[in-house]
């Protein structure tokens, strides 16, 4: 199979890079004693659909984790680190595109967390909005995309990109897309590892 050139892919943060649903179960479960959650309930891109944890609390931890993940505790996904790091070394820089709303909390913790790599060399362009995730790639010249939102995978579809959707609960619909269950994967697919 012909391998993925690394110059062309850009990446999403959330459930990909960063476990934040895990985050979010944690908080929920350490400070507001919700117990009991589990990510395979996560079945939907929208918490408060899928959980029963009130709406308000949904909406506290949530905007803690966009707006303090370092104090949140966030963590990266299994894998994550190790390959962006990868990724840069063949590189030179990492681009991330989120629908958070504003990029300095997770600016912060990519940077703690790939504290090796200038920060110069991480980009991260917070669109805001999910939908607006696909102009900004065509606009960089990004061929592929790794995300955990189909809706989203769906647009870079329809514009030409390569979805690679990282397997989570809430994305487990039948797809015509590539789907990935580790960063191990991706790096195979790359040529960044055999």
């Not at 476990?19 to 959650?37: K, Q, S, V």
């Not at 308000?56 to 680190?81: H, N, S, Y």
């Not at 070394?89 to 990492?94: C, F, I, N």
């Amino acid at each position: 199979m012909e391998k993925l050139s690394p110059y062309l892919f850009a990446f999403d943060i959330d459930g990909v890079v960063a476990d934040t649903m895990g985050a979010f179960i944690d908080i929920a479960h350490n400070e507001y004693g919700i117990n009991g959650l589990r990510k395979e309930d996560i079945t939907s891109y929208w918490l408060e659909e899928c959980l029963p944890v009130p709406e308000e609390i949904v909406w506290e931890i949530v905007d803690r984790l966009i707006k303090t993940p370092l104090d949140a505790g966030l963590k990266p996904i299994e894998g994550a680190k190790e390959a962006l790091m990868a990724f840069y070394e063949d590189v030179g820089s990492l681009t991330f595109v989120t629908a958070r709303p504003e990029n300095d909390g997770i600016g912060l913790w990519l940077s703690e967390m790939l504290s090796s790599i200038p920060e110069d060399h991480i980009h991260i362009i917070a669109t805001g909005e999910h939908d607006k995730k696909t102009g900004i790639l065509k606009e960089h010249g990004f061929r592929y995309f790794v995300e955990d939102n189909l809706d989203t995978c769906k647009q870079l579809y329809k514009e030409g990109i390569g979805a690679i959707v990282f397997d989570q609960p809430w994305n487990r619909n039948e797809t015509p897309f590539k789907r990935i269950t580790s960063w191990n994967e991706l790096m195979k697919l790359t040529g960044l590892v055999e």
